[in-house]
């Protein structure tokens, strides 16, 4: 864990307007890089969940420490078939190491129980994950289902992959 920097007022100002300027979707793919390298975890937080995030920004969040940020960043439709990857083999890598441990979440497939069902993952993907077990009920579930209501709602507001 990171110690905390205190702030002055003017270093928080510039923060909530880079806040602001990750959450935007018109933010330019340059600006949103720069944004996933920032030194505020709101800031990359913002810019893992933004839609217009390129691929290779996202991947670069991928492989960030915060948990919660690398949720967001398999919850983001933009991930394509590289960022997933990464994730699904950094999981796998965890999972070995927590060999005899309790492990959570989908029986131990965290990333690869929505990875399975992830609009950027390729049909190799998807194989593989079903082939370890990732999904229990291949064709219809509740993964899936949760992908195609975010996709609806996220293409009702106009975004297009």
């Known amino acids: 864990m990171t110690p905390r920097k205190i702030r002055t007022p003017a270093e928080r100002m510039l923060g909530y307007a880079r806040v602001k300027e990750a959450r935007d979707r018109r933010t330019p793919a340059d600006r949103l890089r720069e944004l996933a390298s920032d030194e505020i975890t709101p800031v990359r937080l913002y810019t893992a ?8 920004a996202l991947l670069r969040l991928s492989q960030d420490e915060d948990s919660y940020l690398r949720w967001c960043v398999v919850l983001n439709p933009s991930a394509d078939e590289a960022v ?51 999904c229990g009920c291949p064709g219809k579930c509740d993964n899936w289902e949760m992908w195609q209501g975010r996709m609806a709602r996220v293409r009702a507001e106009g975004w297009r992959p």
């Open 49 to 56: 969940m933004n839609f217009a995030t390129p691929p290779d």
């Open 84 to 134: 997933l990857r990464s994730m699904v083999d950094r999981e796998r890598a965890e999972a070995r190491s927590m060999r005899g441990r309790a492990t959570y979440f989908l029986g131990g497939f965290y990333v690869r129980g929505h990875a399975v069902h992830h609009p950027g993952a390729s049909g190799a993907l998807r194989a593989e994950l079903f082939a370890e077990g990732a």
